[in-house]
């Protein structure tokens, strides 16, 4: 016998063997998104099961398809099968009940929460994921409470009265993490608040997962993460071969850019993907804050994928981005080095509607990036040139030298008494300006 194997064929060698499963109501399903997951969470699809039909509510496919995934199971191995749909609670317990045992079943979105669990690392991040995870167990320990009670069989899926006691459990739970969550977003927002105070223009990456976001903001940042979690980020080398990897980044990361006359703060971000439901959004919030309070947001897209694949993308991230996003928002088809000039042409035409003026960049290379830059500058609000007048006194080169900390000086000329002229976001000059007059009047210690 093998000696990696035990008799039932599920061990530590097995545990990640996975069988790929996909129902779709009509047409073909399609299960390349499904298995790139998959590989993300650690797991190696072996095989693919797919069937086109409605939902069964018992096994969530026919139960002749349930049978065929059971014996494919025990046939290739494999230790889990993972659902590219949403299972419902006894849909789970029953399919559990055909496999062989301990192979575990796991559907899209724990699947989802299981990458986001591997990848969280910092306490923000966490709670976000128990949040999401517990948002998802609520209306299934709901469910099981309820059929129970009204079925008189507390030990319906062999768990009883534990059931409402643990919808009691969850519930109290979610709100003490939302009030964790909402202080961690005040702080994020005071944050914020003193960043553009001091001059500082917002810049926010959006897009899917694998877009490039994390790669692009290596290539803006002129220094080192401005945020605590800055070493915990996962960045990787920029010349380390990289496979595909779906949602690399969980965190929030800022760093500061370089930008003709600005000071400007990239922050890069958790990407989308397709069909998360709403509240695997939502618990997202508070990373997703800072896209939502930008004062440009750069929506990241793999140019190198099909157009419809790219359409689709674009639909769904404005559609998350147009709930609470008031900044404008400028396009970068990334990956310009992976197809060529008559594609890009054609995919940037096919486009035009949903992306007016997009800047193609190659990330990568670092290929268009001064054609980016030149677009951020262009797309922030505009600068404002001002001349001030600051009388001298002991106090004045205090506010001379703030000024020249939060504006662009174009010059200064000393006399009697200085003048400045600068160019800066009208806030910063309302700032400067009350500085000035607050300046004790020449003469009067
Ligand atoms: N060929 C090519 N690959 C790129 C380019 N930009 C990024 N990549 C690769 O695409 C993959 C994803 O890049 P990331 O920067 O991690 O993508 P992301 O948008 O931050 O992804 P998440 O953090 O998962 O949301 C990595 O393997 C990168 O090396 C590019 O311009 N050209
Ligand atoms: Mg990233």
Redesign the pocket.
């Known amino acids: 016998m093998d000696p990696g194997r035990t008799v039932r064929g599920v061990t530590e060698h097995t545990a990640d063997r996975a069988v790929i499963v996909k129902r779709v109501d009509e047409g073909t399903a399609t299960t390349d998104e499904i298995e790139q997951l998959a590989q993300s969470a650690g797991y190696h699809p072996v095989a693919t099961i797919t069937q086109t039909r409605t939902e069964d509510p018992a096994f969530h496919v026919g139960e002749g398809k349930a049978d065929e995934i059971a014996r494919c199971v025990a046939a290739t191995d494999a230790g889990i099968v993972i659902f590219d749909n949403q299972l419902g609670p006894y849909q789970t317990f029953n399919l559990g009940n055909k496999l062989p045992e301990g192979a575990e079943i796991l559907d899209r979105f724990r699947l989802i929460l299981e990458i986001f669990g591997q990848r969280a690392t910092t306490r923000p991040a966490q709670l976000q994921v128990e949040l999401a995870e517990l948002r998802y167990e609520l209306p299934r320990a709901e469910a099981k409470a309820s059929l129970a009670k009204r079925e008189e069989r507390p030990g319906f899926m062999g768990l009883g009265e534990y059931d409402e006691s643990r919808e009691r459990d969850i519930k109290a739970r979610i709100s003490r993490i939302r009030d964790e969550l909402d202080s961690v977003q005040d702080d994020a927002k005071r944050r914020r608040e003193t960043r553009r105070e001091s001059g500082f223009d917002l810049v926010a990456l959006a897009?899917?997962?694998?877009?490039?976001?994390?790669?692009?903001l290596r290539r803006l940042a002129v220094d080192h993460a401005v945020e605590e979690n800055a070493e915990k980020h996962p960045d990787l080398p920029e010349t380390a071969a990289?496979?595909?990897?779906?949602?690399?980044?969980l965190e929030t990361t800022t760093r500061r850019a370089d930008i003709d006359r600005r000071d400007v703060l990239v922050t890069?971000t958790?990407?989308f993907i397709s069909s998360l439901p709403h509240w695997l959004v939502e618990s997202f919030r508070s990373t997703l804050d800072s896209v939502y309070r930008a004062d440009l947001v750069l929506l990241?897209v793999d140019v190198s994928e099909s157009v419809d694949a790219i359409h689709e993308k674009l639909v769904t991230a404005h559609d998350t981005l147009s709930e609470r996003n008031e900044a404008p928002i400028l396009t970068v088809l990334?990956?310009?080095?992976?197809i060529d000039d008559a594609d890009l042409d054609r995919k940037r035409a096919a486009l035009s509607a949903l992306a007016p003026d997009p800047v193609a960049?190659?990330?990568?290379?670092g290929d268009g990036v001064a054609a980016l830059t030149d677009a951020i500058d262009d797309r922030l609000p505009d600068l404002v040139e001002e001349r001030i007048v600051v009388p001298l006194s002991d106090d004045s080169m205090s506010v001379i030298s703030w000024i020249h900390d939060n504006a662009h000086v174009t010059d200064v000329e000393y006399g009697e008494q200085a003048v400045v002229e600068f160019e800066a976001k009208p806030a910063t000059i309302e700032r400067a300006r009350s500085k000035v007059q607050s300046l004790p009047a020449p003469g009067s210690v």
């Open positions: 897009g899917y997962t694998n877009a490039g976001k994390s790669t692009l990289s496979e595909d990897r779906l949602f690399t980044t890069d958790v990407g990241v990334n990956k310009t080095d992976l960049v190659s990330a990568r290379t």
